[in-house]
């Protein structure tokens, strides 16, 4: 016998059955925690695409026609001190992950040490790279390699499909397709010849609303194939004046929707690249605006 808390007593066996109840109490909220703990493990990836400072360099100003002018400026301006900036102010908006624009590690800029440093103040930022924005070539893919990046998403560069696929499974370095001209998901597959375990699609969702094209049809219809994203938002079909993820005519909200509905279990790299303002303005919101979606 047991005395109670109320001055009675309990036999042996009420006592072990009250102590088993609390103790599978106790495992049980244990492993609701846990449980919890590993579905924060799960959430996806949200990226900070470093080609939305592709106007940085002139004050914030550019038009999109010279893209090619600012990317050469950026490959210019962007040393070690430049990187830091970058990566602490991504960093004070509350991303974790970036996917980094080629003009931010560019292979005339980059050897193998200087990666390591890029790779450092990364890590001293809290970021994870977790994409590379730009085309496949030979030095592209060591880049990722150095700085442990799993893909390029970007254009071919000249390659066909087989050259492609050659060496992505050379470097074991993955390569996805982003749309920009292409009007539907045909369009965008026979770019790489119908996809394979190294060649996939990257749905930019703006350039979709750009061409006028249904988004979540497009991402439905390469299913399996899509294996990296840039969530952008237009205003409206037939030019690319990018606005806030939910207020263009890009459908994102729906594109978010289509990417569970075919499994997709990748990062989602919020991209703007805006041509009259300063992104990082817009960058909190955004970032809260894709995690309350996904």
């Given at each position: 016998m047991r005395p109670r808390s109320d001055g009675g007593t309990i036999h042996r066996r009420e006592f072990l059955v009250r102590s088993a109840a609390g103790a599978f109490s106790v495992a049980g909220a244990f492993e609701t925690a846990r449980s919890g703990l590993a579905a924060l493990d799960r959430r996806p990836d949200i990226a900070f695409n470093t080609a939305n400072l592709v106007a940085r360099v002139t004050g914030y100003r550019f038009e999109l026609r010279r893209w090619m002018e600012q990317h050469a400026r950026t490959v210019a301006a962007t040393d070690a001190e430049e990187w830091r900036a970058i990566c602490n102010e991504i960093a004070a908006t509350g991303f974790k992950a970036v996917e980094i624009w080629e003009a931010h590690a560019s292979p005339e800029r980059l050897d193998q040490a200087k990666a390591r440093e890029w790779k450092q103040i990364l890590r001293e930022a809290g970021l994870?790279?977790?994409?590379?924005a730009g085309r496949l070539s030979r030095d592209t893919v060591r880049i990722c390699q150095w700085l442990e990046i799993p893909h390029v998403d970007g254009g071919l560069a000249g390659l066909n499909p087989e050259q492609a696929t050659a060496l992505c499974r050379e470097s074991g370095i993955g390569f996805n397709l982003e749309n920009h001209p292409e009007k539907s998901a045909q369009e965008i597959?026979?770019?790489?010849?119908?996809?394979?375990?190294?060649l996939g699609v990257c749905i930019d969702t703006g350039w979709l609303g750009?061409?006028?094209?249904?988004g979540p049809d497009v991402i439905r219809a390469c299913g399996p194939l899509v294996r990296h994203n840039h969530i952008k938002d237009v205003r409206r079909a037939g030019a690319h004046e990018t606005c806030l993820l939910g207020e263009g005519s890009a459908?994102?909200?729906?594109?978010?929707k289509a990417f569970r509905e075919?499994?997709?279990?990748g990062a989602y790299s919020w991209e703007d690249e805006p041509e009259d303002r300063n992104p990082f303005d817009s960058a909190v919101r955004n970032r809260q605006w894709i995690e309350q979606r996904v």
């Open positions: 994870k790279p977790v994409a590379y597959l026979d770019k790489i010849a119908g996809g394979n375990e190294w750009t061409q006028g094209v249904s459908q994102v909200e729906e594109c978010l075919i499994g997709y279990a």
